[in-house]
């Protein structure tokens, strides 16, 4: 039998609904007015200190960022370094939480060192050191191998993999399967929206690689995207920029408007790769921290 709301409940409900909503679009601001100016033509935003529908429609700024036969290049080098890399830390991470999330011999003092790995870090230079005496400078395995598991997302994925019934990996030992086989036919299956959440933050983190392919990376022809848009910033901006970019474009186009439009074509991917892993997002990140 459904209850009468009374008068208070029905406005407390529709006042916070319209404050969460004035939240949202609030939220929206910034990232519209990015857009918005990246759009508009260069007297409109030399002119204006805030825009969020531009009068005035200009492609100029992509053209100029376009115009640059390397952003192709580099736009198809950083969809590699996230592919393989989403793929190296999710097999890397799922073949170290399996075993540690049962019970087996040596497991506290592995969680130790995973905790000690999470509150600690060993800095720039050794890391850089480590890199150096692997042989791994000026590689992509620089940007894969260093972080490939990363201690928070092992643990919650660990928790994760705590939870799932243990009767299905009992019946598959009777039916002779071997520990991989069961990770990779019960549990990767059964561990979808975790798989899915974590792939996200992964993809993430090599999208937005910008440091460690600085640092890394000596060779401007395999630059990632947000390295060369950085390249593109500085020489909108009068800058000298690296020796091996050189922009042939004769566009005039304000700095302000270089800086909007690289941002949204460094952002805009994983925006519409976002909606498509959205149904598992939210249950991957809380199933797994729920009990540990």
């Known amino acids: 039998m459904l209850h009468k709301r009374s008068p208070a409940g029905v406005l407390f409900d529709t ?19 990015i857009v918005a100016g990246s759009l ?6 030399l002119n204006s200190r805030f825009i969020l529908f531009p009068r005035e ?3 100029e700024a992509y053209r100029f960022i376009f115009s640059e036969s390397t952003l192709s290049r580099s736009l198809a080098t950083t969809v590699y370094i996230t592919v393989v890399g989403t793929f190296v830390n999710m097999a890397m991470t799922s073949l170290m939480a399996y075993p540690l ?20 870090s060993g800095g720039m230079i050794p890391s850089f050191l480590v890199v150096k005496s692997l042989g791994l400078l000026n590689s992509y395995g620089a940007l894969w191998l260093p972080g490939a598991i990363s201690p928070f997302y092992l643990i919650i994925i660990i928790n994760f993999f705590k939870q799932l019934p243990v009767e299905f990996e ?7 399967c071997s520990d991989p086989r069961i990770l990779w036919s019960i549990i990767l ?22 440091f460690q392919a600085l640092i890394y990376i000596n060779d401007a022809s395999r630059w990632p995207i947000q390295v060369l848009l950085r390249q593109i ?13 050189s922009s042939e474009t004769t566009i005039q186009v304000p700095p302000q408007t270089v800086k ?6 460094s952002t805009l991917p994983i925006i519409v790769v976002y909606p498509f892993l959205q149904k598992h997002f939210t249950k991957g990140v809380l199933v797994g921290s729920i009990k540990g």
């Not at 299956?189 to 937005?208: E, G, K, Q």
């Open 15 to 33: 006042a916070n609904f319209i404050f969460l909503i004035g939240i949202a679009l609030i939220t929206l601001l910034p990232f519209l007015h």
């Open 40 to 45: 508009a033509s260069a007297r409109e935003v």
């Open 57 to 59: 429609f200009s492609l």
């Open 101 to 120: 999330s049962r019970n087996i011999k040596g497991k506290r003092p592995i969680m130790l060192l995973i905790v000690f790995t999470l509150l600690f």
């Open 170 to 176: 009992e019946s598959a030992k009777i039916d002779g």
């Open 189 to 210: 299956p059964l561990s979808m929206p975790v798989m899915a959440t974590f792939s996200l933050f992964y993809a993430i983190a090599h999208w937005n690689t910008f």
């Open 233 to 245: 910033v500085i020489m909108s901006s009068g800058g000298i920029g690296d020796a091996s970019f």
């Open 260 to 265: 909007m439009a690289v941002i949204v074509v």
